[in-house]
Nanobody
Framework: QVQLVESGGGLVQPGGSLRLSCAAS????????MAWYRQAPGKQRELVAL???????TYADSVKGRFTISRDNAKNIMYLQMNNLNAEDTAVYYC???????????????WGQGTQVTVSS
């Protein structure tokens, strides 16, 4: 059974840093593209950053220069290093991954349970 688990969220002051992790486990043949999404109260979920299996990245304009997405294919873990955080970054951050199942050989989008990031003084 495929599962995504996020960790690393918490409370941080404006200008501070935080590092999120997402670990994929289960009956996995291959983890393809992975991404971080976030959803603030009363707002729609938005893409924060995406990373392909080969390492190509895409960032939302609001986080360019501040956030860095990375992954360890051997361990099936994705990271999001967040620097110079501000109040607008407050949201629940979700891990997303396109995964090919070992049994079905079909690709499917999986979601983690989310981790809360709160930026406040």
């Amino acid at each position: 059974q495929v599962q995504l688990v996020e960790s690393g969220g918490g409370l941080v002051q404006p200008g501070g840093s935080l590092r999120l992790s997402c670990a994929a486990s289960g009956s996995i043949f291959r983890v393809n593209a992975m991404a971080w999404y976030r959803q603030a109260p009363g707002k729609q979920r938005e893409l924060v950053a995406l990373i392909s299996r080969g390492g190509g990245t895409t960032y939302a304009d609001s986080v360019k220069g501040r956030f860095t997405i990375s992954r360890d294919n051997a361990k099936n873990i994705m990271y999001l290093q967040m620097n110079n955080l501000n109040a607008e970054d407050t949201a629940v951050y979700y891990c997303n991954a396109d995964i090919t199942g070992q049994a079905t050989y079909l690709s499917y989008m999986y979601w983690g349970q989310g981790t809360q990031v709160t930026v406040s003084s």
